[in-house]
């Protein structure tokens, strides 16, 4: 995700020391993720000055005659400290000089669904992939709404409400494969993954979901399993489906269990004197 922001961004984790630096913060400042662990790099002062710092801050830092925003956030949940340095010697990018506009660039630049909700269900906001998503379904406006409230097929909406009451009853993130409609009138398989939004109370104050198209994945999933089940000859399921259907059918407790078994008479003869291959 952050290779694709357009500035420099580096994450430093519990111990001090920095376990990822995006693409631009290499191509603005010529270091690699490696010379920072080393400790040796062309622009040394630039390591020395990223490993010095510890808390969360925001101040404008001069770094090889240009001015940065320099904005550090904690990441509590993984207790990680994440960077990010916007360039304000050019009038261009003064857009950026608030932490909103900053994170919403983010966001918008991630090639999934991104959503959030509070806890009343109601969009506070999506990046532009959901609103393109939403618009070819001919919905030209989510922000303010309830999904109860779009012209969309009403399986999905009963189900997204089901996993957003989910989500803020138990307090804990949910990951779920479901059906999408598409502009067509058939059906996308999509793998969402929806967060609680936690205030320092412990209350939940919304929810945000991130929506990964799986459709292609799902079918060469699909095809491999039928691959490894079947016999590539006869078409028959193989030895493999057999032992965990049947595995299957004792961890159910599905009992008492009927079994037919079959032989072909005469095929070891004909094995033994003409070939397997004719057999």
């Not at 995700?1 to 984790?13: L, Q």
């Not at 806890?119 to 922000?143: A, W």
């Amino acid at each position: 995700m952050f290779d694709i922001v357009p500035f420099p961004i580096w994450i430093k984790n519990c111990e001090g020391k920095i376990i990822y630096i995006n693409n631009e913060f290499t191509r603005e400042f010529n270091i690699t993720l490696d010379e920072f662990n080393i400790d040796k790099g062309v622009n040394i002062h630039i390591i020395n000055y990223i490993n010095s710092v510890r808390y969360e801050s925001n101040y404008t830092k001069n770094i090889n005659n240009k001015s940065y925003k320099h904005r550090v956030f904690s990441d509590e949940s993984e207790n990680r400290l994440i960077g990010f340095l916007i360039d304000i010697s050019d009038e261009s990018n003064s857009d950026f000089d608030n932490q909103q506009n900053i994170l919403e660039t983010i966001i918008d630049n991630i090639p999934e669904l991104v959503f959030y909700k509070d806890r009343e269900g109601v969009y506070k906001g999506i990046n532009r992939h959901c609103k393109q998503f939403y618009s070819e379904l001919g919905v030209n406006n989510v922000i303010g709404k309830k999904d109860s409230e779009l012209d969309v097929d009403s399986d999905f909406i009963n189900k997204c409400i089901e996993h957003d009451n989910k989500v803020i009853k138990t307090k804990k993130p949910l990951i779920i494969d479901e059906k999408v409609p598409t502009s067509d009138g058939n059906f996308n398989i999509v793998e969402t993954i929806k967060t609680p939004i936690i205030n320092e109370n412990g209350d939940v104050w919304g929810i945000v979901g991130v929506v990964r198209d799986i459709t292609e994945k799902r079918v060469y999933e699909d095809k491999l399993k039928k691959m490894s089940y079947t016999d590539s000859l006869t078409g028959l399921y193989n030895r493999a489906c057999f032992n965990d259907t049947l595995d299957g059918f004792i961890k159910s407790k599905e009992f008492p269990i009927g079994m037919i078994m079959g032989d072909v008479n005469g095929l070891k003869l004909i094995n033994d004197t003409i070939g397997h291959t004719e057999g």
